[in-house]
């Protein structure tokens, strides 16, 4: 059971409601218990930071990171408006999400472990790729609180909390969610967005690992997509997308696929994944996992948009190839 305080931030006040049917306040350590107040949050590498300064690092990050379509919707995603317009139009998917990512850190112990750059890069974003933008975060925050509420076991390590969510995500008598979720190939681009998944209740890899790992991020676990364009270095053999997560006591990433795509994998053994062998190794094929920073000089190949450069990637052939080519 997990114990959210009070929050100085108007919105972060919507994110409290929305995880505070998770809580009766017990005896679990918080992260203000760390600091001087709940004013505060706590980062791996910088110990206590003030909410405001969180807020702005956070946020300045996303700004200066943003893709050109993002830039043309700056202000509906809730950036560069005044705090004083009327009707709401200063809330925004991107603000209110990284709210409630807040929320979040100072409320999940496993995320206390994390350095505020991996924070901002990989829990407060909005997206993975070229998905559509969408108000994900609260409903898939309740989802996950619902799955943390009714767990036997309480997870107190990232890859407790990754099993756990894989689980019950995908299925509406444990998440809470309006449909089932299973696999079908052949959707991206037409449904890859998570409240689309949600909708149609399906989506091929790419969908559901978005889904899952935007899930992920509602807990204060960092996630990312992962993948490759095109198995052997061939495109007529298809491509394929799933997630990395970030293991903070090992400084390293571990992959696994959401349940609907690849059920019975672990975050500790590479090679219990169908893919993680020297057959899908051959002839060079490429590994990439997607990143929000623009500073990047490499790019995450999109099969269903290879000419989109705008998004930034992480090349990660060389740890695949050296990995699975073990399995």
Known sequence: LFCIRPSPFRLIAVAAAVLSHTTTCASLPHASSQ????????????GCVSLSSAYSSAYSFLTANLPSWDKANAASLGFSLSPDTADGLDDGIATVGLNISLVAQQTFPWAWDLPQSVFNEYVAT????????????PVLSAA?????????????????VVTLINSNLWHVETSGLVNNVTFKSSQTPLIYDPMSTLVFGYAS???????????????????????TPAWNGELENGNHNWIEVYIPEDDE???????????????????DKWFCSPAKMANGTEFFSTRF???????????????????????????????????
């Open 35 to 46: 600091c001087a107040d709940d004013t505060e949050v706590f980062f791996a590498d910088t």
């Open 126 to 137: 909005f997206a993975h790729v070229n998905e559509a933008r969408n108000n994900w975060r």
């Open 144 to 160: 996950t609180a619902q799955i943390l509420a009714n767990a036997e076991t309480a997870p107190t390590t990232v890859a407790d």
């Open 205 to 227: 890899c790419t969908g559901v690992s978005i889904l899952f790992a935007d899930a992920l991020r509602t807990v204060g676990v960092a996630a990312r997509v992962a993948g």
């Open 253 to 271: 990433w571990a992959f696994l696929e959401a349940a609907p795509a690849g059920g019975g994998e672990t975050l500790s053994n590479p090679c």
């Open 293 to 327: 920073d623009a500073s990047s000089e490499t790019v995450y190949p999109m099969a269903w948009d290879l000419d989109n450069d705008e998004v930034p990637g992480v090349d990660r052939t060389d740890y695949y190839q050296t990995t699975c080519n073990q399995c």
